[in-house]
């Protein structure tokens, strides 16, 4: 039993499932924080029966909020580091010794489950939109991200201080691989059982993937903007005045930047491409970030350019498929232009 880990689990309804994970947990660790985030069922009580400590929050205001103030918590409380997990059971407690033997071994690491190597259990619309998105959150932390939206993680409450986070919902989690990343810290996967349940989800497709991606394309604005002008500098986050936090203070400005950043994405590749070519003889070494994959900046720039085709094929293939026909081609668009470009490198 490790004292200096303990396990925080954001919560909202989840009474169902609650007792298990946390049970689960106790026989790894000695304790459990629950935040229980406005529920209107009694996830609190069944929390605290099963021996973990709850955190009140009053009124539902999203993972990210809940994750903030539980790394609060434990930081306070003096632990090392914290294991997420998800409060309705499709995080089994009995992979967290995977996460400790790794954490022994790597202690400024953070460690991510991973559910990628069951790909047949994932269902398919998520796992396609989950591979786009690990191409470009992968971009921006400098490094290929096995998984990205998997909320069972090992995180040193160093690093955790040394970000700031800006987002909430399920924002937050792609905000912080991303800023942890390009900070230049080292992350890892641990193998992770997938477990898709009945169980519903409070994740609002549209919504929610709509938010992460306008982040994540509103960062990487930022980041080859400054990568873009200055050399060998591939780690641009610093939680001390970094552009893009200073956008997020303000509400209205930051909604306003991630629509702009949207809706210019396709051209601004293209400038970025353009300055990739040109600005070395100026600039040595200018997007560093991307230098070292050795592929030129043309990948990112093609990627981006077909994410249109990607939503076009997408309805194409619902509606051939709606029409009786056995058909199946995103699948391989998905794998052709939006692969691991680290595969190979060190
Ligand atoms: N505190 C808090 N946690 C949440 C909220 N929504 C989801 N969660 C947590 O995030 C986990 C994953 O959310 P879920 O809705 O299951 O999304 P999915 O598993 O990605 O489909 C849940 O098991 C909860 O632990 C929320 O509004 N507040
Ligand atoms: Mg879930």
Redesign the pocket.
Known sequence: MTSDICVV????N?SATIKDVVRGALKYVSRVIV?D?GSTDDTAGAASEAGAEVLVIEK?K??GN?LKLLFQKAIEEGYRSVISM???G?HDPEDIPQFIAIYTRHPDDIIVGSRMHEKEKIPRARYNSMCIARFYISLVANQFLEDT?C?FRLYPLLIIKRLRLMTEGYVTETELLIKAGDMGIHIRFVKVKTIYSEHG???KPITDITSITAYIISYAHIKWLIEGVTSNNQNTYSAKNYVRDRIGENRKIDVLFQILTAFTALPATIIFLAEYIILPLFIPHNFASIRKLGCGFSKVTIATQMLPFVLLFAILEKTIQAAGFQVNFVDRFIGRFYSNLWKGKK
């Open positions: 689990i954001p919560a909202y989840a935040a985030d539902n999203g993972k809940a998800d409060a309705d499709q939206q909320g989800s409070h994740f």
